[in-house]
């Protein structure tokens, strides 16, 4: 099981990204996916959760809401995060992972 | 968000027994798996113990979970060197409709 994440980087306070997350090695349509931040040197803090199967509800950390949109694209095996107006302490490695399963980690840094 | 509570370190020596304590609520822990998982620095956590209290393969057997009530404790039997790393619980809450981690523990191995 692979799951590589991309998209992160440096971008300005208010601004935008996206990150995806690459499955492979798994039904990736029959898993529940996570987002999960840890800004370095800090615990892990989960941001948000997207149904597998037949659902596809969404769940998101209070501190994240109205922020960050996940979504999935089942044919590509793919996860994506879009977050919108970037705060200081969004910094931090952002991680796609099932209960499972972990990926590398994409870097996101807000900084002006 | 709250978190799980787990004390912040831990420690014990070579061959001993160590147990990391995660506790909880009704809400999370009380009607839900608890998932156990280690971290080395500069690397992604990885699965230690599933919900059901199993193993993924290639994980030692001196690693094990339990959980009663509103709480859940790790356990490492036979302490080893290379078990020195932070450790996290986590488990869904149903009240407030997300996942909950722990703080993590560092385990020292003196």
């Known amino acids: 099981v692979r799951l590589l994440e991309s998209g992160g980087g440096l971008v300005q306070p208010g601004g935008s990204l996206r990150l995806s997350c690459v499955a492979s090695?798994?039904?990736?349509?029959?898993?529940?996916m996570n987002w999960v931040r840890q800004t370095p040197g800090k615990g892990l803090e989960w941001v948000s959760a997207?149904?597998?199967?037949?659902?596809?509800?969404?769940y998101y950390a209070e501190s994240v809401k109205g922020r960050f949109t996940i979504s999935r694209d089942n044919s590509r095996n793919t996860l994506y995060l879009e977050i919108n107006s970037l705060r200081g302490d969004d910094t931090a490695v952002y991680y796609c992972?099932?209960?499972?399963?972990w990926g590398q980690g994409t870097l996101v840094t807000v900084s002006s | 968000q709250s978190v799980l509570a787990q004390p912040p370190s831990a420690s014990g020596t070579p061959g001993q027994r160590v147990t990391i304590s995660c506790s909880g609520s009704?809400?999370?822990?009380?009607?839900?798996?608890v998932y156990w998982y280690q971290q080395f620095p500069g690397s992604a956590p990885t699965l230690l113990v599933s919900?059901?209290?199993q193993r993924p393969s290639g994980v030692p057997d001196r690693f094990s979970g339990s959980k009663s009530g509103t709480s859940a404790s790790l356990v490492i039997s036979g302490l080893r060197s290379e078990d020195e790393a932070d450790y996290y619980c986590?488990?869904?809450?149903?009240?407030?409709?997300?996942?909950?981690f722990g703080g993590g523990t560092k385990l020292t191995v003196l």
């Open positions: 090695g798994l039904a990736f349509s029959d898993h529940a």
């Open positions: 992972a099932t209960t499972e399963y």
């Open positions: 009704s809400s999370n822990i009380g009607r839900n798996y």
């Open positions: 986590s488990a869904w809450d149903d009240s407030l409709s997300g996942r909950l």
């Open positions: 997207i149904n597998g199967g037949d659902s596809d509800k969404t």
């Open positions: 919900g059901n209290n």
